[in-house]
């Protein structure tokens, strides 16, 4: 009975230990995600602008639905993701975007991650 009993006990020690673990996994996972494709599409915004820059409203509109498609294509996780622009000012080449993802445990909690990165562009004019 004994046996029985310590058999029990290390078997949902073990599951418990699996489960923390992929928990951790996960938030890991998801960073990771988050964090790549955000550098990526900012990098493809940012050579976009590179070729053009002009400050009027509408290009900014054009660049930012280029970020928002290239992150969005660029993500393999089934993450609900948030983009807040910072600072944006084609003029300067600056561009401080944040993203926001939550993700579903599980045991049905959420959990959110965050990646924030900022890009200035050097420009020969400046």
Do not use: F
Request: hydrophobic residues 40%; without cysteine.
């Amino acid at each position: 009975m004994k046996t029985v009993i310590v058999a029990m006990i290390g078997i949902s020690v073990v599951m418990l230990a699996v489960v923390i673990q992929g928990s951790v996994n996960m938030d890991s996972k998801y960073q990771h995600d988050l964090g790549v494709s955000l550098t990526r599409a900012m990098r493809q915004t940012m050579k976009q602008l590179e070729k053009n820059v002009n400050g009027n409203e509408r290009q900014q509109n054009h660049y930012m639905a280029l970020l928002l498609q290239g992150m969005i294509s660029r993500m393999d996780s089934d993450i609900e993701l948030t983009v807040k622009v910072h600072r944006w000012d084609a003029n300067k080449g600056e561009l401080d975007v944040e993203a926001i993802g939550m993700y579903e445990l599980p045991d049905r909690r959420n959990r959110t991650v965050a990646v924030r990165r900022k890009v200035i562009l050097q420009t020969n004019n400046s």
